[in-house]
């Protein structure tokens, strides 16, 4: 079973950044891509960027622009680069490898998360 452990993540003012990573047991990630989703209270998980084996990026419209997703395979850790926060980006965020060679599909494998607090 892959294990997967996200880091982080904390408490910053709205405008400032932070870079999140998401570190894998195995080269999961090399081989069938993968997403960050976030959850905030009382919300459903939604779908934040993605990105395919072969390279192909997406963001969600909230978050286009500001978040960019980036891999190092060499380590099996993927991040996420998050600049000109907002209130409304605090959520617990995970990541989740994905299931086909040609694009993303999310997978049943999740880690703890790590938690995002905007708040000024």
């Known amino acids: 079973q892959v294990q997967l452990v996200e880091s982080g993540g904390g408490l910053v003012q709205p405008g400032g950044s932070l870079r999140l990573s998401c570190a894998a047991s195995?080269?999961?990630?090399?081989?069938?891509?993968m997403g960050w989703y976030r959850q905030a209270p009382g919300r459903q998980r939604e779908l934040v960027a993605t990105?395919?084996?072969?390279?192909?990026?997406n963001y969600a419209s909230s978050v286009k622009d500001r978040f960019t997703i980036s891999r190092d395979d060499a380590k099996n850790t993927v991040h996420l680069q998050m600049n000109s926060l907002k209130p409304e980006d605090t959520a617990v965020y995970y990541c989740?490898?994905?299931?086909?060679?040609?694009?993303?599909?999310?997978?049943?494998?999740w880690g703890r998360g790590t938690q995002v607090t905007v708040s000024s």
């Open positions: 989740n490898p994905g299931t086909h060679l040609l694009y993303y599909t999310a997978s049943d494998i």
């Open positions: 195995t080269n999961i990630f090399n081989m069938y891509g």
């Open positions: 990105f395919a084996a072969r390279g192909s990026t």
